[in-house]
């Protein structure tokens, strides 16, 4: 029996009644985030039976969506959040359940309102201050944890073993990976898990800035500084990221002169404003990333040697999706439920066949391809649940020429051809029943026969 069990089975049952009473739900979870309390409001708002045993059940199995599993890892409530909980949004709060010495045995939660109209004054006194704070520029956050990496998987728990480590070192970090493996979120967990964590996290793309504007984005400029410069100057976002992290996204493409000053800020700590011929000293501790091979530009003479190793100090490569595959269903359940959440959209299940296709397809866009074409299924599928089709499988399909034996081409034909058979032996060989199992037309099931050689 856990320690929570205990605490419940030992207590006076008008503790729980009372906690029933002031809400419109509570459930209580133990250290391992099994159930071990749920109120009869809560069971009626989930529409759960009432002879249903639920004791030592994961929490997530009843709530797929909820946060306590969170607030028993990091000891921290959650006050105020809204959650969706049986096609019904509500605003929630998490408590963690603490031991004298501090250390956790569990969580509860309640659920305060379902009729979020009685709390629109209230988010609408939190947008006017959040305006007037980020128009004022003292509102500078950032919304990942490390714990938002999604996957249990070798190479990303490794990653994540490596980001806690560097994140106690104030230092500089060189992010590298592929397009979309989640540069940006790793720099923004590894600025919340280290000591800067109540500093700025100020990020910037440097490939999408023109040219002529880099200079004073990233230093400032003076009054004057150039034709259309403010009357009283302007910070950089390196002086805005002032004792706290700035994220230099796709550092390879600056030009030689920026690299040059990036270079002083590095190694002096001091940044010079555009037009000014003054040094001000910055406390700033900088995560630079890329998708490029900096050590080959560097051979090749576009990129600083010097500069290269000041930003190499710690480097982190982010794995690809492909090569975390096993990562797949935990990213999709979480994708899936946040677009939903985002567009307003029915929360939508991956059938077999489209979590088969997505466990096979090689992900040259990673995460971010993911999230994209799971995106797109939610909005084009017309049944009850996702299938290949819905996430571009047919146009992946249709595009692809049969390669050689080692192409990636003839590698998705051969897991094509493969899927297709075995739905057709489930089906014993009813081509109707096994396009239904797919997802897809009669026709196109019969286009695929023909173009596989089957």
Request: proline fraction near 4%.
């Amino acid at each position: 029996m856990s320690q929570l069990e205990t605490l419940i089975n030992s207590s006076d049952e008008n503790l729980l009644t009372l906690l029933s009473s002031l809400c419109q739900g509570a459930i209580a979870i133990d250290q391992k985030c099994r159930v071990v309390w749920l109120s009869q409001q809560y069971r009626e708002f989930l529409d759960l039976p009432n002879d249903a045993n639920l004791n030592g059940l994961p929490v997530e199995e009843i709530l797929p969506t909820t946060q306590l599993p969170r607030v028993v890892k990091t000891g921290q409530p959650s006050f105020l959040d809204l959650m969706q909980i049986n096609n019904r949004w509500c605003a929630v709060t998490r408590l963690p359940l603490k031991n004298p010495d501090g250390s956790v045995f569990g969580a509860i939660g309640f659920i305060f309102y379902d009729n979020l109209n009685n709390l629109q004054p209230l988010f609408d006194k939190f947008a006017r201050l959040k305006k007037q704070l980020v128009s004022e520029n003292l509102l500078r956050t950032s919304k990942y944890e490390l714990d938002d990496l999604i996957g249990s998987s070798t190479p990303l728990l490794k990653i994540k073993r490596q980001a806690i480590r560097a994140a106690q070192l104030d230092t500089t970090i060189l992010l590298l990976g592929e397009t979309g493996t989640g540069k940006e979120l790793l720099a923004q967990g590894i600025h919340n898990a280290s000591p800067r964590r109540d500093g700025p996290f100020v990020g910037i793309n440097m490939a999408a800035l023109p040219e002529s504007l880099v200079e004073s984005e990233l230093f400032g400029a003076v009054a004057g500084a150039f034709t259309g410069a403010s009357k009283s100057g302007r910070q950089g976002k390196i002086q805005l990221a002032a004792g706290g992290t700035l994220f230099l996204d796709e550092i390879a493409d600056i030009s030689a002169a920026i690299q040059a000053k990036l270079l002083r800020v590095l190694q002096e700590r001091e940044v010079e404003a555009l037009g000014s011929n003054r040094l001000e000293k910055v406390d700033v501790r900088i995560i630079a990333a890329t998708s490029r091979n900096l050590k080959q530009l560097v051979d090749e003479g576009l990129f600083r040697e010097d500069l290269y190793y000041r930003l190499n100090v710690l480097p982190l490569r982010l794995p690809a999706l492909r090569d975390r595959l096993s990562d797949i269903p935990a990213l999709c359940a979480h994708l899936l439920q946040k677009i939903s959440q985002d567009s307003g959209l029915p929360a939508l299940g991956l059938s077999s066949e489209a979590m088969t296709w997505l466990q096979q397809y090689p992900w040259p866009g990673n995460v971010r391809e993911l999230h994209n074409r799971l995106e797109r299924a939610c909005v084009m599928a017309e049944l009850d649940a996702i299938y290949p089709d819905d996430l571009g499988a047919d146009d992946i399909v249709q595009s692809t020429p049969i390669g050689t034996d080692n192409s990636l081409a003839h590698s998705r034909d051969r897991a094509e051809s493969q899927m297709l058979q075995q739905a057709l032996e489930q089906c014993q060989h009813n081509k109707t029943r096994a396009a239904k199992q797919l997802g897809i037309s009669r026709a196109t099931l019969y286009n695929r026969i023909r173009r596989l050689n089957m």
